[in-house]
């Protein structure tokens, strides 16, 4: 009812009432006035009303010639707002009760009449898609969506019940009718850089208390935007996910990365294979010789942090391990030893195939690897020219055509990595490497999660990823201002990692110890000033601004960001 009664025309309403009620009133008058007699005031509505409707001719009126103005000054003016009224009752009566007539006039009276204190996500593409879909489905956050133009995803959302404002998210009028006033967080995600400042600096000015979380391709320009233009986190979709891709294409598998004390590190998830040179082998033999520290160690029922150093590995384990960047790259090229992994690093190129964003910074981390990369792209590109500049050899043509990945050198490549913006082409150009060289490692940039698993089983894809996919997880944490969720898939109940950096909160102060005596929780590491500590001490009491890395059960993930939350709001 409270769309219904915003979409009611009330304005033509209230002049096509005033209208009857004044011209009523004067007949009334004039009649008495005039004819020198007196009628009812039902009587003069009755005749307006006949007036309107032509149905009072002129024989019918009183003798006085004066009164003739009436049956010709009331059609005129009342038929066409009578008419507009109608029009106006018949459109509203058609979209509140015929879902197909639902419109742009039905979505913004739905944000008007019934939004309130939610979030706000500008630009519905394949990030913000997901980062809607996700905060509707699995929070049930009340959202409200701003798009350029209808899309299949757009309609889709609309189906899920999120109303979409179509219209440039720049524009007042746009985000005004989307609510941004009574936004508490705004996700600022199309898909260009200068849209999106634009976007954000103009939801700064009409609502200063939102949360803002901005997208932002330039990773250069992050730490200057977040400071001057007051952004709450500022996120690159492209450059969470080429971390991912580049680990992929090595044959890592990389839950998450680590900056402290001017190193990176990384945890690792290691999976031990039938063929494995670890098999058989002892926890503190492997992480003596490799030089790495074992988080924790699954043993298919049994998950066991520290793990004692003479267990023995059995295939089947998973190790999770925490070590620098170079180690673990020493570790993949000891699987690379031992037939283990693709030998992606010591012989050939990579080939990476899409230099967009993603494809620009998968080719960037591969270099400070040391791997030699081979970069393929439809056409010169201003990303292509920076690739260029650092030694990368380039190729441009059609990369779904044999001339074009035989003379990039397809086989002698020991990886390729397929990141174009489509997925029908980076699929094309996987089954066209894998019948040239059937034994190349693949890595597929695929949007569409079910083609992606159907992939997996038909195809053997060595590793298939969603940019958007890896990604969103992190703008719902900033949306929500909540700690960084991985599921992951070890043991029989489903197991997240998550990465929260503690604030003044119900966590400040309180011992490790108390959160490891906690079932479905436990703290793998903990990082203060640069130092990390694995396993950490129980007796170390949390203070701002420590992180720490917990394995925990999805049961847990919403109890935990709820202790985490600051004591105080900003927001009112």
Known sequence: MQVFAHLFPWRVGFILIVGLAVSTYLFWWAHRQWQGVAISPIKALFAIINMTFLQLAFTDMPPDPRLDIFPIIIPLLGLPLISLFGLRMISV?????????????????????????HILICGLGRIGYRVAKTLHLDYQMPLVGINDVQTPLVEELIALGVPAILGDTGHEE????????????VVVCTDNDLVNLETAVRVRKLNPKA?????????????????????DAVISRSAVAAATFTYAAIGGEIMETFELADREYVLAHIRIGS?????????GEVAEERDVTVVCHNGGSTLTIEPPPELHLAAGDDLFIFTTVDRMIALIDYGVKHHLIPPARRQGPILICGLGHTGYRIATNLLSLGCQVVALNAEPTQLAERLSEQGVQLKFGDMRWRPTLLEAGIMEATTIITCTDDDMANLQIALRARTLKPDI???????DDQLSEQL???????A????????APDFVSAALNR???????????????????????HLYDLPISDLHREEGLTVLLHARDGQVTIPPQQDTRLQVGDEILVLATEARLGDLNRRNQPTWNPMP
């Open 456 to 462: 997996r089983h038909l195809f053997g894809t060595n």
């Open 174 to 185: 746009i985000l005004n009718k989307a609510a941004i006033e009574r936004a508490s967080v």
């Open 275 to 283: 063929t494995s040179p670890m098999r058989g082998r002892t926890i």
């Open 464 to 471: 298939i990823y969603s940019t958007s996919a890896l990604a």
């Open 483 to 505: 700690m960084n969720v991985r599921l992951v898939d070890i043991g029989p109940t489903p197991q997240a990692i998550v990465r929260l950096q503690v604030e003044r909160s």
């Open 211 to 231: 949360r803002v979380v901005l997208r932002l391709f330039e990773d250069e320009l992050m730490e200057d935007i977040k400071l001057n233009f007051k952004m």
């Open 93 to 117: 009566v058609r979209v509140f009760f015929v879902r197909a007539e639902r419109g742009q006039d039905w979505q913004e009276a739905l944000v008007q009449s019934t939004v309130t204190n």
């Open 441 to 447: 490692r693949v890595v597929m940039r695929v949007f």
